[in-house]
């Protein structure tokens, strides 16, 4: 009896412990870094849709002017540099709802969101590989908010000025975080 159990469980650790090797060495760490990249602009993309565009937020604070009113500036919240950097701040907690996969039918690395924009488990679940491991150093977060730190200025001129198409502004032609010639989902 006992050693029935042994040999399970050798086989269940064996098996893991040969898919989280396999695994491992199929991961490009510039891939996944291009991946995420292009994932957290999407989800900033999300975040700043959603302000609603009449909010505004004064800047520059107030001074009378020579009427004796006080005048202020006052610009959108989608292009106040504060609350730009709050949502940056933040949006890396988006990334705990991807995982990285690869996709069965062609190896594909993929950050695969867990549950879709409308809210359902997604339902490509069984069209994937997970890819486990523990290192937090190498989670999508870390990259994310590695990204976010050390390009923060860039992004929020990014949003001020409305760039056209910023994941591919930003994660291909300003950074080179992503090869020139990564065919960029749009659907992503
Ligand atoms: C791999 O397959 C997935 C889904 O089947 C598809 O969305 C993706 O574009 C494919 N990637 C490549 C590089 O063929
Ligand atoms: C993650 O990185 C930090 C600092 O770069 C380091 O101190 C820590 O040991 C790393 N953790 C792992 C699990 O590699
Ligand atoms: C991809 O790269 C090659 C060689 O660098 C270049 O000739 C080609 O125009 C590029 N394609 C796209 C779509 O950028």
């Known amino acids: 009896m006992s050693y029935l159990y042994l040999v399970l469980f050798s086989m269940v650790f064996y098996y893991v412990i040969a898919q989280s090797v396999v695994t491992e060495t199929k991961i490009d760490i510039k891939e996944l870094r291009c991946l995420v990249c292009l994932q957290s602009i999407h989800e900033l993309n999300k975040a700043v ?97 590695g990204i976010m730190e050390e390009h923060e200025e860039n992004i929020i001129k990014l949003y001020q000025e409305e760039t056209p198409n910023i994941k591919v502004q930003f994660c291909v032609k300003d950074t080179s975080i992503c090869p020139p010639n990564k065919s960029i989902n749009e659907e992503l």
């Open 49 to 145: 849709s959603k302000i609603d565009p009449r909010q505004k937020v004064d800047v520059g604070g107030y001074r009378l002017d020579a009427d004796g009113n006080y005048k202020h500036k006052a610009v959108p919240q989608a292009k106040s540099e504060l609350h730009l950097s709050e949502i940056i701040e933040n949006i890396c907690e988006t990334m705990d709802g991807y995982i990285r996969a690869l996709w069965k039918s062609n190896g594909t690395l993929t950050l695969f969101p867990m549950v879709t924009e409308t809210g359902q488990m997604n339902p490509n679940m069984m069209d994937v590989d997970v890819i486990q491991d523990d290192d937090l150093n190498k989670s999508l977060k870390y990259y994310c908010e």
